[in-house]
């Protein structure tokens, strides 16, 4: 099946700094890639969605300033949590789309733990 | 819009006993995927079965096996002789074309399996 890593798995930073998290698909080029947000004990929440070469689409109550989201090519895609602070705390993880392989399936990286201190 | 239900929050079996995780969905298209994810305490989400809508046969994989019936618009899961391995959060999920818009792959809120030895 298709691949799609995360990196960082794990990730603590200060509050007040800024962090990014990566989202490559290893084997496939992934025109839209998906950003979710899991607080403990809750379903996934979907952030935003980004198509390569153009802004992305927020959800609602999802702030496009804190979270910057850059999707410069078609293997990668980079979520900033911007001016970090301990709320932030959470697992993100993204997925990845593809128009080339068939199924109308998304493929899931394996999250990234994200504590603010 | 589009919903699913996991009734079920936590369930606690035994090791070797049978357990049904349920999965009830809303829909308005005809044409529509079926997804179940299993997220174990590490938190990448293992992608476990698709199955589209046109297509209500039943599926057994190993000890997995599942119910589709859209007479009921149910997608049920089921572990046989389950194992401590298994415990873990099962999401179940819906997607509607176009998959590529974020918002028409819907998750349930998940039901947390705790097998105890």
């Known amino acids: 099946g298709a691949v799609v890593s995360q990196h960082p798995s794990r990730v603590i930073c200060k509050s007040g700094t800024s962090v990014k998290i990566e989202c490559r698909s290893l084997?496939?080029?992934?025109?839209?890639m998906f950003w979710y947000r899991q607080f403990p004990k809750q379903s996934l929440m979907l952030m935003a969605t980004s198509n390569e070469g153009s802004k992305a689409t927020y959800e609602q109550g999802v702030e496009k300033d804190k979270f910057l989201i850059n999707h410069a090519s078609l293997t990668l895609s980079t979520l900033t949590v911007t001016s970090a602070h301990p709320e932030d705390s959470s697992f993100y993880i993204c997925?990845?789309?593809?128009?080339?392989?068939?199924?109308?399936?998304?493929?899931f990286g394996e999250g990234s733990w994200l504590t603010v201190v | 819009a589009q919903k699913v239900t996991q009734a079920q929050t936590e369930i606690s079996v035994v090791e070797k006993e049978d357990v049904t995780l349920d999965c009830v969905y809303e829909t308005r298209d005809t044409t529509y995927y079926l997804f179940w994810y299993k997220q174990p305490p590490s938190g990448e989400l293992v992608f476990l079965i698709r199955?589209?809508?046109?297509?209500?046969q039943n599926e057994i994989s190993g000890r997995y096996s599942w119910n589709f019936q859209k007479s009921t618009s149910s997608f049920n899961f089921t572990i046989t002789a389950s194992q401590v391995v298994d415990s873990a959060v099962y999401f179940c999920?819906?997607?509607?074309?176009?998959?590529?818009?974020?918002?028409?792959?819907?998750f349930g809120p998940g039901t947390r399996l705790s097998v105890l030895p």
């Open positions: 999920a819906l997607s509607e074309p176009p998959v590529n818009y974020g918002q028409n792959f819907v």
């Open positions: 997925s990845a789309y593809s128009s080339v392989i068939s199924g109308n399936t998304i493929y």
């Open positions: 199955r589209n809508s046109f297509d209500e």
């Open positions: 084997d496939f080029q992934a025109t839209t």
